[in-house]
């Protein structure tokens, strides 16, 4: 069935460092692709997504870039900052699904002043 | 604030007791999604509702079942309870069933099984 695997964590960085978080799927046609982001306390809530190949989500700096030959979808930052600390999820939605999600096991990121 | 609403934020009880969280979906949104967050299972799809019929069912155990209301708020209902049955349930609405693929999730119910 269809799975998304995430780099384990925690990820700990200082503030202003390059973040990569790595994200791979498997999936039979072509389903859309997200991160989403949980803050402490907080339920999940849409970071970016992509819904065909190549093509590039973004949001408050940060991007990932749907990759169909890799079956990848890796979250960057140029420079994060304290306020990024929260867990993030890879999901995609299969093809021909309607909104059920399935999502990677999450990867928390730390980040120190 | 997403605009979903779960109750009771903590559940604290014992084996094979049963219990019943509530979720109230953004205005306007006609599907409800229910999600079980655990240390070792990760989240996990329980099942969705749209307009209150069931349209889609995950790793729902038959210790548990759902339902959406008129007023489209919806109840989970977990019984028999078990130790494993410990998580966070996050409820998750969205307007419609095929769409943007954009849920907006509450802040959870945390339920502890002793």
């Known amino acids: 069935g269809d799975s998304v695997t995430q780099m384990e964590g925690p990820v700990t960085l200082s503030e202003e460092a390059f973040l990569t978080i790595n994200c791979t799927y498997t999936a039979t046609g072509y389903p859309s692709l997200f991160w989403y982001v949980q803050y402490p306390g907080e339920g999940l809530q849409l970071l970016l997504k992509?819904?065909?190949?190549?093509d590039k989500g973004s949001n408050k700096g940060f991007e990932a870039t749907y990759r169909k030959e890799t079956t990848s979808f890796h979250l960057e930052k140029g420079s994060v900052q304290v306020s990024d600390s929260a867990v993030y999820f890879c999901a995609l939605r299969p093809s021909l699904a309607g909104n059920m999600l399935t999502f990677g096991g999450g990867t928390r990121l730390m980040v120190k002043p | 604030d997403s605009g979903v609403t779960q109750t009771p934020k903590h559940l604290i009880t014992a084996t094979g007791q049963r219990v019943t969280l509530r979720c109230s979906p953004r205005?306007?949104?006609?599907?409800v999604y229910w999600y079980q967050q655990s240390l070792d299972q990760g989240l996990q799809f329980l099942i969705q509702y749209y307009n209150g019929e069931e349209r889609a069912k995950g790793n729902i155990l038959e210790r548990f079942s759902a339902q959406q209301f008129p007023d489209l708020h919806s109840e989970l209902n977990l019984s028999s309870l078990e130790l494993g049955d410990s998580a966070l349930y996050f409820c998750?609405?969205?307007?419609?069933?095929?769409?943007?693929?954009?849920?907006?999730f509450g802040e959870g119910s945390r339920l502890t099984v002793l």
């Open positions: 998750a609405s969205s307007v419609e069933d095929h769409g943007s693929g954009e849920l907006f």
């Open positions: 205005s306007g949104d006609l599907s």
């Open positions: 992509a819904t065909k190949a190549d």
